[in-house]
């Protein structure tokens, strides 16, 4: 049975209301009715329960009609209104109808009033639903709208026929027009650029043409300029055979499209970086399998990608300790287990497939997911074999001599130290044995800077062939060595190791087939006794290596303390020799040379005098080795030729019969490149006829036999000078090997003249001089001449001319002067 119907009469007249309800009972509808008769009572019924319908009279005094209904319509739209009243006219009743009223009843006939509630239920029942159905609609095309906003989708159609499209809110808001904005295939069109144009032009027409659905990611360029991507999936529909309409959805999917495209980006920059890194590069997964590795990887490994993906690292990785060649750990356990970047030991080899090895460096580091737990490792490794090779060779020949592989000064001083160190531990001695070969300079000058190389070479040999391995031979530079004998007790080692030094050095040595000998000086200091640091016992044997010198070489000497003055001294004399050079403290002596048969002067030879402050007129042997060892020689040579050549220029002036000066050149003068052309000038400027100028040079220069020697000698001849060769005999020249040399005369030296009478082989040597030196065209001239003894065997055997305290020692220009002015003749 159905529930009572609720009814709201409005009607001021009970007698109406009653018949109301009269005709409702009597027409079998159970309805429960309530009068309201007043607007105030009408306001607060209407919300006071479900009501089924209004009823109400048209003139109720109080209440107006539309008021009233306006009032029901707005609490209760979709409740039946039936009004029930006298006549209220045709045009009124439409107006009511149009207001909301549900039906008319006049009160004289109520006979269709059940019958018109019972509709009107029906009417409003209906009228519910459709609006449930209309809202339910709202909210799904809401929430459609809302979800396309989101997914950043819309629809859009297109028909073939007219060419016009049309697109929801979403798609004009992807494209950035308003969502009224024109909408023809044309204007579609105008978003896309360049290939993206024709590819959507191409699918589109194949759409129409052949029915053919495309789902397509395109590039647009937004009504505001900005580039899009924009998903577009789209279908025909067909009708009898021909396509009728498009339609299809767009979605922006720019965000992902840049997202893609930067991965994209980033994958490509990490492939090429690896593929390029000059380091090798695995990755593994968290069980430690291989799922890649670099082509730098591939060729310190062996394996190839293929072989190597999904292999376990160690069967791939075959690491060993250098040192025992025992395997190493996996170094990608830390990461893993522990998430730690780890490195491998220093002392790692990398083994080959092919049994190759190199030394490797590495580090290894976990791989994180987002989540943060480790999904692999990364191993990344060097070959550092020839960086650590290179290493090894820089730090060796920082501390090594290049020529003899002996250890250097700096890495002698280190050891010194460490042997001072150990010594005053232990309580024991350490030896410093200085060591400087005697008159090397004359090997390297003769013979040439390679010979010179190849005896320092064989020195060093010999040196560490006497020596135990715990001494230290080292090459301090030049032709000087170091010995360090750490842990010695006393003197007497070190005075064995010194006369083994001494018979080891002064063996023969072959050079050029030529045999050599050699002798070298030793100074030996001690500690504690001569010093109580490195440097202190080093510059004390220095000092005693001096002291071995001047006692003549080929000797070893002790350090003692009066030892350090000397080699102060010496230094002091330098000194002033560099001032004497300033400040032209020089004189040149004249030394006569008096041809042998008409005892007339025919020459001289320039020897250098130092007007010392101090110490007087000094003789070169007191300080040419000083300036030669110090470079002075050149500027002191240079004065002494251009004096010389001023000199005989204004004798000739004056008138004198001049006669050839000859001058001392030494080697390191004759090695200088402008020597030729300096002289050229000096005697163009001095206007000296180059015949009246001569150049003594000695053995050792010309023993060089180099080209550029040959062609200086060639140069100075052609400018007209004499040249003579100093000291001959002492050398080791022999007249045969002169021939190559425009020599014009030989000097004798000295020491075969002194005892010529009664030592044979002298004698026997200076008649070979002099007659091969004929044979050769060269004149000979015999100095240190002192004796009528000397004068008479030099002047039966030929020799030319004659030098020597015989005829006059060397003397001023002054007093030369007045030999030239009576150009007498010497007896
Ligand atoms: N006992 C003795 N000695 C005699 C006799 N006759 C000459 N002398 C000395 O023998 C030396 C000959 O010169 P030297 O062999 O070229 O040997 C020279 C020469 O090699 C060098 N020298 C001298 N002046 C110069 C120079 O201007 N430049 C260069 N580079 N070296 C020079 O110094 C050396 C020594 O020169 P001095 O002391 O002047 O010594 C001179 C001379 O005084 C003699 O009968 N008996």
């Known amino acids: 049975m159905d529930a009572p119907l609720n009814l709201l009469i409005i009607e001021d007249t009970l007698a109406d209301f009653l018949l109301v309800e009269r005709h409702l009972r009597k027409d079998g509808l159970d309805a429960h009715c309530r009068q309201v008769a007043n607007s105030a009572d009408l306001v607060a019924d209407l919300t006071d329960m479900n009501w089924d319908a209004v009823l109400s009279d048209y003139n109720v005094p109080g209440m107006e009609f539309t008021e009233s209904l306006a009032l029901v319509r707005s609490v209760l739209p979709d409740v039946p209104v039936i009004l029930v009243s006298g006549t209220v006219g045709e045009e009124n009743a439409v107006g009511l109808l149009k207001l909301g009223v549900t039906d008319f009843l006049l009160k004289e006939n109520l006979t269709r009033l059940v019958p018109a509630i019972r509709r ?37 159609e297109y028909d073939p026929a007219t060419g016009r499209c049309s697109w929801t809110e979403e798609v004009a808001r992807i494209h950035e027009v308003s969502p009224s904005a024109d909408t023809s295939i044309a204007f579609f069109f105008s978003f896309f650029h360049g290939e993206w144009r024709l590819k959507i032009e191409t699918v ?43 339609r299809g959805s767009t979605q922006d999917i720019t965000d992902r499209k840049r997202g893609e495209i930067m991965m994209f980006n980033q994958k490509e920059r990490a492939e090429v970086t690896l593929h390029s890194i000059g380091d090798a590069v695995i990755t593994t997964d968290a069980q430690g399998i291989i799922d890649y590795l670099n082509p730098v990887a591939q060729q310190l490994t062996g394996w190839s990608m293929e072989g190597a993906i999904n292999k376990s690292l160690m069967d791939v990785l075959n690491i060993v300790d250098k040192n025992n060649k025992l395997p190493l750990p996996n170094p990608i356990l830390p990461a893993l287990s522990e998430g730690t970047i780890s490195h491998l030991p220093v002392d790692c080899l990398l083994i080959r497939q092919d049994g190759r090895y190199s030394e490797i460096e590495n580090s290894t580091a976990p791989i ?93 040999a010999r040196l560490l062939s006497v020596t135990r391995a715990t001494d230290t031979v080292s090459r301090q530079g030049g032709d000087e060595f170091m010995i360090i004998m750490p842990s010695a007790s006393h003197q007497v080692h070190f005075a064995d190791l010194a006369t083994k030094i001494l018979d080891a050095v002064s063996a023969p040595y072959f050079v050029k087939q030529q045999e050599l000998s050699l002798t070298i000086s030793i100074g030996i200091s001690m500690y504690p006794n001569d010093g109580s640091d490195a440097s202190t016992l080093i510059k004390n044997a220095d000092a005693a290596m001096y002291h071995a010198k001047e006692a003549g070489c080929d000797n070893y000497q002790f350090y003692a303390t009066e030892m350090n003055s000397k080699a102060a001294k010496r230094l002091l004399f330098e000194v002033q020799l560099r001032h004497a050079v300033v400040r032209q403290e020089f004189v040149v002596y004249y030394q006569p040379k008096v041809d042998t048969a008409d005892r007339k002067l025919i020459g001289a030879e320039a020897l250098i005098r130092w007007n010392h402050p101090d110490l007087g007129l000094l003789t070169p042997a007191n300080f040419i080795a ?14 002494v030729t251009e004096e010389v050549c001023r000199q005989n220029q204004a004798w000739l002036q004056h008138g004198h019969a001049c006669v050839p000066i000859s001058v001392n050149l030494s080697a390191i003068q004759f090695r200088n490149k402008s020597l030729v052309d300096s002289l050229r000038i000096l005697l163009e400027e001095t206007g000296l006829p180059p015949r009246l100028l001569e150049l003594e040079l000695t053995e050792s220069v010309i023993m060089q036999g180099s080209e550029t020697v040959i062609g200086t000698l060639q140069r100075l001849k052609q400018l007209g000078i ?59 001239i015999a100095e240190g001449v002192e004796t009528q003894e000397q004068l008479a065997f030099l002047e039966a055997h030929q020799c030319d001319a004659i030098q020597g305290y015989y005829f006059s020692q060397p003397v001023p220009a002054m007093k030369f002067e007045e030999m030239l002015k009576v150009q007498r003749t010497l007896h």
């Open 120 to 156: 009107a239920q029906r009417d409003a029942a209906e009228l519910r639903a459709r609006h449930a159905a209309e809202q339910a609609l709202r909210e799904k095309s809401q929430l459609l709208l809302e979800m396309s906003a989101l997914a950043h989708i819309g629809g859009w």
């Open 204 to 246: 589109l027409s194949q759409a129409i043409k052949y029915g053919k659905p495309f789902d397509l990611e395109l590039e647009i360029v937004t009504a505001k300029g900005n580039r899009k991507w924009v998903r577009m999936v789209f279908a025909p529909t067909s009708d009898g055979g021909s396509v009728v309409k498009i």
């Open 368 to 460: 994180r997911s987002r989540d943060g737990s480790i999904i692999g490792a990364v191993l990344v490794f060097r070959d550092v074999t020839a960086s650590r090779e290179i290493t090894a060779k820089i730090a060796y020949q920082a501390m090594h001599d290049a020529l003899t592989g002996l250890p250097n000064r700096i890495l002698a001083l280190d050891r010194l130290q460490q042997a001072i160190g150990a010594a005053l531990r232990e309580g024991t001695c350490v030896g410093v044995l200085f060591l400087d070969l005697d008159r090397f300079k004359n090997i390297n000058d003769s013979l040439g800077h390679s010979s010179g190389d190849y005896i320092l070479e064989q020195v060093a």
């Open 626 to 639: 000083i300036a030669e060892d110090s470079g002075l020689i050149v500027s002191i040579g240079q004065w």
């Open 722 to 780: 004499n040249l003579s060769i100093d000291d001959f005999g002492t050398g080791y020249s022999s007249l045969s090997y002169l021939k190559r040399f425009p020599i014009d005369t030989l000097k004798i030296d000295q020491s075969f003249v002194w005892d010529i009478a009664h030592d044979e082989s002298n004698a026997a040597i200076i008649k070979a001089i002099i007659s091969m030196a004929h044979s050769l065209k060269m004149s000979v």
